[in-house]
């Protein structure tokens, strides 16, 4: 099992930046590491259906974006502090959502929502215009 906590959730001016952070614990990483584990981050904005924003692979060295997203987001990994990021500059007022982070026991980039195995709650970013 892993749990996934996410942070660093609020609001934010359009243009400005915000870091959200998606820490993980349980007893699979203790067993076998973050690194086992490829990772995303999804959004889900009111009315709408929840959508891929960014993954990353195992070690880190691969990463992939949504178009919508690209440029300027970036996906990153700390698999010593079992912890994932999303730092987003330039955000725009419909980046507004619940950002929400998965774990995958999978190789590669994974960006289907079916593939992940386990999710966290979500943190809230509202940005204003």
């Known amino acids: 099992q892993v749990q996934l906590v996410e942070s660093g959730g609020g609001l934010v001016q359009a243009g400005g930046s915000l870091r959200l952070s998606c820490a993980a614990s349980?007893?699979?990483?203790?067993?076998?590491?973050?690194?086992?584990?490829?990772m995303g981050w999804f959004r889900q904005a009111p009315g709408k259906e929840r959508e891929f924003v960014a993954a990353?692979?195992?070690?880190?060295?691969?990463?992939y974006y949504a178009d919508s997203v690209k440029g300027r987001f970036t996906i990153s990994r700390d698999n010593a502090k079992n912890t994932v990021y999303l730092q987003m500059n330039s955000v725009k007022p419909e980046d507004t959502a619940v950002y929400s982070c998965a774990a995958a026991n999978a190789i590669g980039i994974v960006t289907a929502q079916s593939d992940y195995d386990y999710w966290g709650q979500g943190t809230q970013v509202t940005v204003s215009s």
């Open positions: 990353i692979t195992r070690s880190g060295s691969n990463t």
């Open positions: 349980g007893r699979s990483l203790s067993t076998y590491g973050m690194g086992w584990y490829a």
